[in-house]
């Protein structure tokens, strides 16, 4: 072999090199990121942290505590924030009530044997209330009770629209066969007047129903659902039932719907090997009405917006793609602050039970 043909063979075999090098190095960059391994436990349960790693801030068993009494002072000292109620019962502000007189009292489980199957009035929350004869308080009948009277409501709107004259013809009958069975006489309001209240909460409900959404987008390199999930997790987020979706809990007590939702793609999540499922945006949601204002929520949207963006290099837009800029932010943040004192004056304060009903 001559000089010349080991020189070309050289050179060929330096181009080839270059070439499996550089198809290697795009596939790698083109890969969609990984979680990073997670450490042994420690002895306390906890994840021990290596040298250097940045610690992201994250509640405990006694963080949450602290919340509860007097205010976690690394969230700016937020206040106190009601404890959420045991039940939602019927309220005459957003609810059709009809009283149900007995002559004497009615034990429970006769109440029980005589309640609809259904608990809704075509799209409506449907409810039966007894007057507990030893507690004096309304509750949902209980086997075992005893009750002086009875009282049916019909939820007068929520976000499938207002009660209309079907749904009310609906509730009159079911609440007059629950009254047949206890032999009650039911007191009725008059349609008319329910339908109007109906048509008029529900336009305002209409008017200040707000349900933000920001959408986080790979600059580079898309994300494995693992990636997303683990950063997601340093700021508190937690799995929810279906795959791809986090929330972050209300630090107001359990039961309560989540300050913010995480969502990515279902199907990545579902996937064979999800490792490599590539995931190029996540969104963050917020439903104001349901979220009470002292937990800051529209704050804290902004914050995980930006620190998701920063930890997985990420630009977060609108839901049609655009870049949000700070001073955007700043004039929803004013709108909301508008909207949270119209609820109030309404007595329909975001977080209440009365709220997440009539905007559930």
Do not use: C
């Amino acid at each position: 072999m001559s000089t010349l043909q080991i020189s070309l063979a050289m050179a060929g075999g330096v181009v080839l090199a270059a070439i499996v090098a550089h198809s290697a190095w795009t596939s790698r960059r083109n890969a969609p990121k990984q979680a990073e391994p997670t450490a042994p436990a420690a002895a306390d349960g906890s994840a021990p942290s290596e040298p250097g790693e940045r610690q992201e801030p994250a509640f405990d068993g006694a963080d949450l505590a602290a919340v509860g009494e007097g205010g976690d002072p690394a969230l700016g000292g937020m206040p106190n924030l009601p404890l959420p109620e045991k039940k939602p019962g019927l309220d005459p502000l957003i609810d059709v009530i009809a009283p149900l007189a007995l002559e004497g009292v009615a034990s429970g489980d006769a109440a029980l044997a005589a309640t609809p199957t259904t608990r809704r009035v075509g799209s409506k929350p449907f409810a039966i209330e007894g007057l507990n004869d030893a507690t004096g308080h309304w509750e949902t009948p209980v086997a075992g009770q005893r009750y002086r009277a009875f009282q049916a409501g019909v939820q007068l709107a929520n976000r499938t629209g207002a009660l209309n004259d079907i749904e009310f013809s609906e509730f009159v009958m079911k609440t007059q066969g629950f009254a047949d069975a206890l032999n009650a006489a039911p007191d009725f309001p008059e349609m008319r007047d329910e339908v109007a209240r109906a048509r008029e909460l529900d336009q305002f409900a209409s008017d200040h129903d707000a349900q933000l959404a920001f959408v986080l987008r790979a600059r580079a390199a898309a994300w494995s659902p693992g990636y997303v999930q683990q950063n997601a997790a340093r700021l508190g987020f937690v799995p929810g039932v279906i795959p791809g979706r986090m929330a972050l809990p209300a630090t107001s007590g359990a039961g309560l719907p989540p300050v913010l939702t995480l969502a990515f793609d279902t199907q990545a999540a579902l996937a064979e090997d999800p490792a490599q499922s590539a995931i190029r945006e996540v969104q963050l949601s917020l439903d104001v009405a349901q979220v009470y204002r002292q937990e800051q929520p529209f704050t804290r949207l902004r914050e995980a917006a930006a620190s998701l963006a920063q930890a997985m290099d990420g630009v977060v837009t609108d839901q049609n793609g655009q870049p949000l800029r700070e001073d955007a932010m700043d004039g929803i943040g004013a709108d909301l602050e508008k909207l949270y004192d119209t609820l109030d004056g309404r007595d329909l304060s975001a977080g209440s039970v009365q709220a997440r009903r009539l905007f559930g």
